[in-house]
């Protein structure tokens, strides 16, 4: 399981390390990708094959279900950890998550998430209001 927050530079060449915790699980090969919230996600093999799983058991005739998949399958990169335990982020994702010299890397379960510092500190300040998360639980069965 995915969690904990961690902060790391991004070098000149897109690679960002990957906490020294998650490696062995991401050794087997991983998907890097969009995301919802305009961050990306990093999913290990297996739990990529299982949302591709369920994306691919949703009605075609939905727009929604189209959308969703052609974001993140459409924009997915296979990619490899290095002897360093570093992987690269392609550019072309690296600029749709506004990531800079830094990226904010977020555990969330299955998969862990790609942020930006300054989109994170916004989102996570709204996550953090008691009122806002109250109202998003609700109907959840927490």
């Known amino acids: 399981m995915f969690t904990g927050e961690y902060r790391h530079a991004v070098d000149d060449k897109g690679r960002v390390a990957v906490p020294v915790r998650f490696r062995a699980e991401l050794a087997g090969g991983a998907f890097v990708s969009k995301w ?3 961050c990306l ?5 297996a739990a990529w094959d299982a949302l591709a799983t369920k994306v691919g058991a949703l009605p075609i005739a939905d727009a929604g279900a189209r959308v969703f998949q052609r974001h993140i399958f459409g924009t997915a990169f ?3 950890i290095d002897r360093q335990g570093r992987l690269v982020v392609p550019a072309v994702l690296r600029e749709f998550a506004g990531l800079g010299e830094e990226v904010v890397v977020v555990g969330s379960r299955d998969h862990l998430e790609l942020w930006a510092p300054d989109r994170w ?8 209001d008691p009122e806002l998360l109250a109202e998003h639980l609700q109907g959840l069965g927490i």
Not at 41 to 45: E, F, I, N, Q, T
Not at 121 to 128: H, L
Request: proline share 5%; no cysteine.
């Open 36 to 38: 919802i919230d305009g």
């Open 41 to 45: 996600a990093l999913h290990p093999r």
């Open 78 to 80: 296979e990619i490899e």
């Open 121 to 128: 500190a916004t989102y996570s300040a709204r996550m953090d």
